[in-house]
């Protein structure tokens, strides 16, 4: 008999409502019971593509003994940490304080006031590798709990206090300026790795806000070694293994220092950042394999990651068939069966496939060498080598279609699919691709008609047969996520309503999660529910967090609108941290980010003319053109009645003509009606 999760609408708590354990999802009645029949509570979080969560679900909690020793000494929630980002960043922080790691699935024991006084990640369900066996476990801390219960409330309130001081601002008396930029560069340098990118050994992470930080350096400084990090880095994911070099789209990370051996799920959020990453490093050096991964990334996404309605999905998992990577990795017989023994010969030479295998008796596909050295190899020109390998690369991904895929998180996150619309919009300018405007541009009417309810953005939407369901208030990721691809959109489109919208959301964000007295913004509303700290996590981890994310938005925003209030509250948000940004850039990059907007001269570039006239198309090409982080874009057809933008002001054609405005510092240059002189004033 199913479970309580059987009502719920996330992925991964429905792959949990068929266990003979006895969950409750979040919420007031689980609590409630423990404090009926005085007993601990114990949480699992977890999420749908992590592996390890899997295997603690089918070692554990399928497992009806160890259930039903579960059911007897506690009260069981189990929380999905994309939909609980709040109740996820609480109990890792004491986790990590309790243990000095952490990770998911994550395991907390909690009194029923939802103070944690037992924290843990895995557990196995027998004894092993220096781990202990949790129904060993379970009894232990349930005579704990009901024997030195006031010993274990008195060490968790010292771990609550830590999370609370963690949480408070901290505003610094160092004035904001460039040499925090050095600083964190410095940092940065001293932990790259010279010969395979990224940073430290293994495992390896994207970290695309790193890399955005180090294009802007470059960008303000002219320093060849911070682009060089990056364009390095950048190549080696795009040859690696990480990258799926038939479908298109990164993995979460790699296992090693060679981006080779990947986790195989993939995350929307990755593949949100990376296209924009990918964009700005083919703008800044004209690498055209950037562009080319930047392409194949967003068209992955429209093509397996969409729904009908223009959401995007949240994941896939790394498991198929009950093994990792199965969906992903081959033999050298399965592509020459596919595409031919002559086709697979070059194929195989190019991707690096051997009968050995690079992992675990299979190919992960990958690009160890340089084109023209294989060509040289084989005896073909660099040109019949790509023309070959792409020919493969469709016959591979249309077999291996064939095969059964990893599971799809099909819950539609506010945030992620945020990220994913300005990836669309900034790209599709960017590179004149008109379907991926106009996917970015569903995707925003999709946001705004499902997951706002009576003024209120929601956080997750899950389609049903009913026509979908949108459930839990958002978070300040959310609003400021949203906010700032609908500022891209706008850009992308000058589509006044676009930027009404984002206005609208930025100031039910400020009413709802920024507090005066604490000059910062806090991850959840005033409107939620109270938990045993009110979260506000300052480090961007694999995407920038809420705060980060805000202070960017409301930069860019308030030059649209030159809103004052909402600059201020970025920079005090902004200073709040700057302690922090230059002794751990990795934790802060995207802060990085937003005080370089910060402190740079704003260029902004107005255009007026019809959009489909090619005088207008001609200057819209080059404003778009190149890496330019601290420019924004607004633009209209002539006359300008009444738009939302004080930018647009007194804006108008030129001798009837289409024409260009370019101001920055406060000064404007005179208006222009030829691309080469728009160019000339933008150099």
């Given at each position: 008999m199913p479970n309580r999760l059987a009502n719920e609408t996330?992925?991964?708590?429905?792959?949990?409502?068929?266990?003979?354990?006895?969950?409750?999802?979040?919420?007031?009645?689980?609590?409630?019971?423990?404090?009926?029949?005085d007993k601990p509570v114990m949480l699992s979080i977890g999420y749908s593509a992590c592996h390890w969560c899997h295997v603690m679900a089918h070692e554990s909690f399928e497992d009806r003994a160890i259930a039903n020793l579960m059911n007897e000494l506690f009260v069981n929630i189990k929380v999905d940490r994309e939909e609980r980002p709040d109740v996820d960043a609480i109990y890792m922080a004491a986790t990590q304080a309790m243990t000095g790691h952490g990770g998911w699935p994550m395991t907390v024991f909690m009194d029923p006031d939802g103070r944690p006084f037992y924290t843990g990640t895995y557990f196995p369900s027998e004894d092993r590798g220096g781990m202990p066996a949790f129904p060993r476990v379970l009894q232990a801390v349930a005579e704990a709990y009901q024997s030195r219960r006031g010993d274990l409330i008195t060490s968790s309130s010292r771990v609550i206090g830590a999370i609370q001081a963690q949480s408070a601002?901290?505003?610094?008396?160092?004035?904001?300026?460039?040499?925090?930029?050095?600083?964190?560069?410095?940092?940065?340098?001293?932990?790259?790795?010279?010969?395979?990118?990224?940073?430290?050994?293994q495992p390896k992470f994207p970290q695309p806000m790193t890399y955005e930080f180090l294009l802007r350096h470059w960008h303000t400084s002219g320093s060849q070694q911070a682009l060089d990090m990056v364009t390095l880095t950048l190549e080696k994911m795009a040859r690696g293994g990480i990258y799926d070099?038939?479908?298109?789209?990164?993995?979460?990370?790699?296992?090693?220092?060679?981006?080779?051996v990947p986790h195989f799920e993939k995350m929307l959020y990755d593949n949100a950042l990376l296209p924009v990453l990918y964009l700005h490093g083919w703008q800044a050096t004209g690498n055209p394999l950037f562009r080319q991964v930047a392409g194949e990334t967003l068209d992955y996404i429209l093509r397996e990651m969409t729904h009908s309605d223009g959401g995007f999905y949240s994941a896939t998992d790394a498991d198929s068939e009950g093994e990792e990577g199965r969906f992903?990795?081959?033999?050298?017989?399965?592509?020459?069966?596919?595409?031919?023994?002559?086709?697979?010969?070059?194929?195989?030479?190019?991707?690096?496939?051997t009968r050995e295998g690079n992992f675990e008796g299979k190919n992960i596909l990958n690009v160890p060498r340089d084109a023209d050295e294989v060509a040289a190899d084989l005896g073909i020109s660099v040109d019949q080598l790509m023309e070959t390998v792409s020919a493969a690369k469709v016959a591979l991904y249309d077999a291996r279609a064939k095969r059964v895929p990893p599971g799809t998180d099909d819950k539609i996150i506010t945030a992620w699919n945020a990220m994913t619309l300005k990836a669309l919009a900034e790209c599709g300018a960017a590179m004149g691709n008109t379907g991926w405007v106009e996917a970015a541009r569903r995707n925003a009417g999709?946001?705004?008609?499902?997951?706002?309810?009576?003024?209120?953005?929601?956080?997750?939407?899950?389609?049903?047969?009913?026509g979908g369901q949108a459930k839990l208030k958002g978070y300040l990721e959310d609003y400021a996520?949203?906010?700032?691809?609908?500022?891209?959109?706008?850009?992308?489109?000058?589509?006044?309503?676009?930027?009404?919208?984002?206005?609208?959301?930025?100031?039910?964000?400020?009413?709802?999660?920024?507090?005066?007295?604490?000059?910062?913004?806090?991850?959840?509303?005033?409107?939620?529910?109270?938990?045993?700290?009110?979260?506000?996590?300052?480090?961007?981890?694999?995407?920038?967090?809420?705060?980060?994310?805000?202070?960017?938005?409301?930069?860019?925003?308030?030059?649209?609108?030159?809103n004052v209030d909402h600059?201020?509250?970025?920079?005090?948000?902004?200073?709040?941290?700057?302690?922090?940004?230059?002794?751990?850039?990795?934790?802060?990059?995207?802060?990085?980010?937003?005080?370089?907007?910060?402190?740079?001269?704003?260029?902004?570039?107005?255009?007026?003319?019809?959009?489909?006239?090619?005088?207008?198309?001609?200057?819209?090409?080059?404003?778009?053109?190149?890496?330019?982080?601290?420019?924004?874009?607004?633009?209209?057809?002539?006359?300008?009645?009444?738009?939302?933008?004080?930018?647009?002001?007194?804006?108008?054609?030129?001798?009837?003509?289409?024409?260009?405005?370019?101001?920055?510092?406060?000064?404007?240059?005179?208006?222009?009606?030829?691309?080469?002189?728009?160019?000339?004033?933008?150099?």
């Open positions: 996330s992925p991964y708590l429905l792959q949990h409502k068929d266990n003979p354990v006895d969950w409750y999802p979040w919420g007031s009645e689980a609590f409630e019971r423990a404090k009926a029949e601002p901290r505003q610094s008396e160092a004035p904001l300026t460039r040499d925090l930029f050095d600083q964190a560069y410095q940092a940065l340098a001293s932990e790259f790795d010279p010969t395979n990118g990224g940073f430290g050994m070099q038939v479908g298109g789209g990164f993995h979460r990370y790699s296992v090693d220092t060679y981006w080779l992903f990795v081959w033999l050298p017989s399965e592509i020459d069966d596919v595409v031919g023994p002559e086709t697979g010969r070059i194929a195989r030479a190019y991707w690096g496939v999709f946001l705004l008609e499902n997951l706002v309810s009576d003024g209120r953005l929601l956080r997750t939407w899950k389609a049903s047969p009913e996520f949203l906010v700032d691809g609908l500022v891209s959109l706008y850009e992308a489109t000058f589509e006044r309503r676009w930027l009404d919208e984002a206005i609208g959301l930025a100031d039910r964000m400020v009413d709802l999660f920024w507090s005066d007295d604490d000059g910062v913004f806090f991850d959840t509303g005033t409107d939620h529910e109270q938990l045993v700290v009110r979260p506000r996590d300052v480090f961007d981890n694999a995407s920038p967090c809420g705060g980060s994310a805000a202070a960017m938005a409301l930069l860019r925003l308030s030059v649209f609108t030159a600059q201020r509250r970025a920079v005090s948000s902004l200073g709040s941290v700057t302690d922090l940004m230059a002794r751990a850039p990795s934790g802060f990059a995207w802060w990085l980010c937003a005080l370089d907007f910060e402190l740079a001269s704003t260029e902004e570039v107005v255009i007026i003319g019809q959009p489909d006239d090619p005088a207008t198309r001609a200057l819209l090409e080059v404003a778009r053109g190149g890496f330019a982080p601290h420019r924004v874009l607004a633009g209209a057809p002539a006359p300008v009645d009444g738009d939302a933008s004080p930018l647009l002001e007194g804006r108008g054609l030129l001798a009837g003509r289409p024409t260009a405005y370019v101001c920055e510092n406060y000064a404007c240059q005179a208006p222009v009606t030829e691309a080469a002189e728009l160019a000339a004033q933008l150099s």
